[in-house]
């Protein structure tokens, strides 16, 4: 069994998300708000919640398909919302 990663080392781990302050604003209506994600390679990891929780929203940001209000993520070590990732995202919504 592999031995779990101390924070520290996860520090210095390559990142597949690397999310700051992304938030998402439709109509003067906030649906993500400050979202901080930080997803090291090799992590699964899921989304999930109620119906109108901006987990959508969330994905689309970090696939490219919608631009964040405020705040910066990059995907695969490429900054969003550069559209260069999705030949190597699987994504359907």
Same mark, same amino acid.
Not at 42 to 58: E, F, H, M, R
């Given at each position: 069994m592999k031995a779990a990663v101390e924070d520290s080392d996860r520090r210095t781990e390559p990142l597949a998300i690397d999310a700051r302050g992304l938030s998402k604003e439709f109509e003067g209506h906030r649906v993500v708000s400050d979202l901080d994600l930080r997803i090291p390679n +090799? #992590? $699964? !990891? /899921? $989304?999930? +919640?109620? *119906? /109108? @929780? +901006?987990?959508?929203?969330?994905i689309k940001m970090l696939v490219g398909l919608l631009v964040a209000t405020s705040g910066t993520a990059? #995907? %695969? @070590?490429?900054? #969003?919302? %550069?559209?260069? *990732? $999705?030949?190597? $995202? /699987? !994504?359907?919504p």
């Open positions: +090799g #992590v $699964l !990891y /899921g $989304l999930i +919640g109620p *119906n /109108g @929780s +901006g987990k959508t929203t969330t990059a #995907v %695969l @070590s490429e900054r #969003v919302p %550069l559209r260069i *990732n $999705l030949s190597r $995202l /699987g !994504y359907m």
